[in-house]
């Protein structure tokens, strides 16, 4: 699976758009991103997924770059609940392929 | 529509002992994978079990086994615990007919070796 970069933390305010960056420049063909996110003390929760194409549903939207090189997550409107670890995984097709973890981003959402 | 149970939610155990940790998957579910889960690190995976048999392995030694039954529902087993096992062990649950949605998590068991 292709490795995914992300900065340690990042913080915003209540009520604003949090955009969380993610790096998968050696994605391949056939891989899509995901991204989870795992508030304290629970398991990691789906997010959204994407191969190509702008993603939305009611958490969040996932826009990746034309060459699928980089992504964003945005929250349109962070709340406290959203402080979590997020996580960007690349992950290839395939009947219940593996996920593969890094450290993620710390999201802190400030009142 | 209960989501993925794990239990137990807390254990401690003493190095070189053996530990069996259970997961029943999220209702319509067929597939179970365990993560371990190490303080500040993302989790990593341990193996992945549908159909009753083991599909997939991660990098664990074969201290580390599994097994599911019938009814979807699955263990983890280690034996000789280490110090180093202290960790966040996750199951998580899939559809293997619908490959690329996302994983349903449990919150984990806490495992402490002493």
């Known amino acids: 699976d292709a490795k995914t970069t992300q900065p340690p933390s990042m913080d915003c305010a209540e009520g604003r758009a949090a955009n969380l960056p993610c790096n998968h420049s050696?994605?391949?063909?056939?891989?899509?991103v995901y991204w989870y996110r795992q508030i304290h003390s629970q398991g990691p929760q789906y997010i959204i997924h994407g191969l190509k194409n702008n993603e939305t549903n009611e958490m969040a939207s996932l826009i990746i770059t034309e060459d699928r090189k980089s992504s964003t997550l945005i929250l349109p409107h962070a709340t406290l609940r959203d402080t979590a670890v997020y996580y960007c995984?690349?992950?290839?097709?395939?009947?219940?392929?593996?996920?593969?973890f890094g450290k993620g981003i710390t999201l802190s959402v400030r009142p | 529509d209960a989501g993925v149970t794990q239990s137990p939610t807390h254990l401690i155990k003493t190095r070189g002992q053996q530990v069996t940790l259970r997961c029943s998957p999220k209702?319509?579910?067929?597939?179970v994978s365990w993560y371990q889960q190490a303080l500040g690190q993302g989790p990593q995976f341990i193996f992945q079990y549908y159909e009753e048999e083991e599909r997939q392995r991660g990098n664990f030694p074969d201290r580390f086994s599994g097994h599911q039954f019938p009814n979807y529902s699955s263990e983890l087993n280690v034996n000789a615990l280490l110090l180093g096992d202290s960790a966040l062990y996750l199951c998580?649950?899939?559809?293997?007919?619908?490959?690329?949605?996302?994983?349903?998590f449990g919150s984990g068991t806490r495992l402490t070796v002493v």
């Open positions: 995984i690349v992950r290839v097709t395939g009947a219940n392929s593996k996920l593969t």
């Open positions: 209702s319509g579910h067929d597939t």
């Open positions: 998580a649950s899939s559809h293997r007919r619908v490959p690329n949605y996302g994983y349903t």
């Open positions: 050696t994605i391949s063909g056939n891989e899509y």
